[in-house]
T-cell receptor
Framework: DTGVSQNPRHKITKRGQNVTFRCDPI?????LYWYRQTLGQGPEFLTY????????KSRLLSDRFSAERPKGSFSTLEIQRTEQGDSAMYLC?????????????FGQGTRLTVV | GESVGLHLPTLSVQEGDNSIINCAYS??????FIWYKQESGKGPQFIID???NMDKRQGQRVTVLLNKTVKHLSLQIAATQPGDSAVYFC????????????WGAGTKLIIKP
């Protein structure tokens, strides 16, 4: 296990279609995060899991977005009825921690283009 | 809203010189700060972190300074190399049970030969 893995790396979809991204965190990491990043900006937090529990969800995460981490290992992020404004890099990160904060390791991201 | 920001969007440094990248944060309750490096087309890469009970931490060629009085964070890179070219982000963790990171817009570091 060499790091956080995200698939696909790139996704082009037509407006109105649904897309799903997958994140495989570093094994044994109990925390998993999804962020969205647009060009020239820092990542924006979307949601956070501790094991299989989704503990935090940003106001940015509209009803069209849903994330799951069913077995506390890999996670999926689904966007329904995509809009052009959803075009961005979607980053996944994982960290290991009990209580204290520790560094989060990021994957390479999935770049979504909605046409 | 509370946010982390950066003073300079672009920093040009001569190869071999030291680089200093600055960051201001506004949430006085933040208790954990991280610097990330992001190269084009890649995810952010962890550089160094610091907790609010410290004011300085050193890594390999990097030093992070935290001034809680003025809510200022800086990243110092010694003997800057071409491989240091990237966008650098500081991020803060708001504290409590909130584990998200709040990020600034980034500083692009350009290395001049």
């Amino acid at each position: 296990d060499t790091g956080v893995s995200q698939n696909p790396r790139h996704k082009i979809t037509k407006r109105g279609q649904n897309v799903t991204f997958r994140c495989d965190p570093i094994s044994e990491h109990n925390r998993l995060y999804w962020y969205r990043q647009t060009l020239g900006q820092g990542p924006e937090f979307l949601t956070y899991f501790q094991n299989e529990a989704q503990l935090e969800k940003s106001r940015l995460l509209s009803d069209r977005f849903s994330a799951e981490r069913p077995k506390g290992s890999f996670s999926t992020l689904e966007i329904q009825r995509t809009e052009q404004g959803d075009s961005a890099m979607y980053l996944c990160a994982s960290s290991l921690g009990v209580g204290a904060r520790t560094e989060a390791f990021f994957g390479q991201g999935t770049r979504l283009t909605v046409v | 809203g509370e946010s982390v920001g950066l003073h300079l969007p672009t920093l040009s440094v001569q190869e071999g010189d030291n680089s200093i990248i600055n960051c201001a944060y506004s949430n006085s309750a933040s208790d954990y700060f991280i610097w990330y490096k992001q190269e084009s087309g890649k995810g952010p890469q962890f550089i160094i972190d610091i907790r609010s009970n410290m004011d300085k931490r050193q890594g390999q060629r990097v030093t992070v300074l935290l001034n809680k009085t003025v809510k200022h964070l800086s990243l110092q890179i010694a003997a800057t190399q071409p491989g240091d070219s990237a966008v650098y982000f500081c991020a803060e963790s708001p504290g409590g049970s909130n584990y998200q990171l709040i990020w600034g817009a980034g500083t692009k570091l350009i290395i001049k030969p």
